[in-house]
């Protein structure tokens, strides 16, 4: 699955060009080739298509760094609640993050990881806070594609049963 570039690296490349560096210049200063700058600057019309202001914190939605805090908490073994505090979340948010983006879910009691007998904790193989930002941002990605659109043939199963189902009329009588 390829992923367009990311939303810091096309303010990145949006300041470079406003600033009056070429799109060739604006591509690499971004880590970006010629060719993708110029594709970049193409689709856009010439204008970029985000805010060029970063947004203001604390936002909605799960920064990098925050990702990148998760990751750390989990490699120091910590529990779901330190983590949140550490990234001023709440637990829940936390929670769900470690477990929608786990490639092997594992959640065990702090006692089976250590013998301890305080709260849960969470023993995670397989968290990329890359990888999670990354589906994050394309989950974002507007305009989406409907489903019935994107799958020909649950489309196509939907548009038959419409065209036989008997839809009832409506009569003119008052």
Request: net charge positive.
């Amino acid at each position: 699955m390829r992923h367009g570039p990311s939303a810091a690296v096309q303010r990145e490349f949006w300041c470079s060009i406003r600033a009056g560096l070429s799109v060739a210049e604006a591509a690499g200063s971004v880590g970006a080739s010629e060719s993708s700058g110029g594709k970049w600057f193409r689709e856009a019309g010439g204008m970029p298509a985000l805010c060029l202001v970063e947004p203001s914190l604390p936002s909605r939605f799960l920064t990098i760094e925050d990702r990148e805090a998760i990751f750390a908490g989990i490699v120091a073994k910590w529990t779901i609640r330190q983590i949140a505090g550490d990234i001023g979340r709440a637990p829940s948010t936390v929670k769900h993050e470690i477990e929608t983006n786990l490639t092997h879910q594992s959640y065990r009691s702090r006692a089976e990881l250590d013998g301890s007998k305080r709260g849960p904790k969470c023993a995670v193989i397989g968290y990329s806070p890359h990888l999670a930002q990354a589906r994050a941002e394309s989950g974002r990605a507007r305009p989406k594609v409907a489903k019935l659109a994107a799958n020909d043939r649950c489309g196509a199963r939907c548009r038959i049963s419409w065209k036989t189902s008997s839809v009832p009329s409506r009569s003119a009588t008052g």
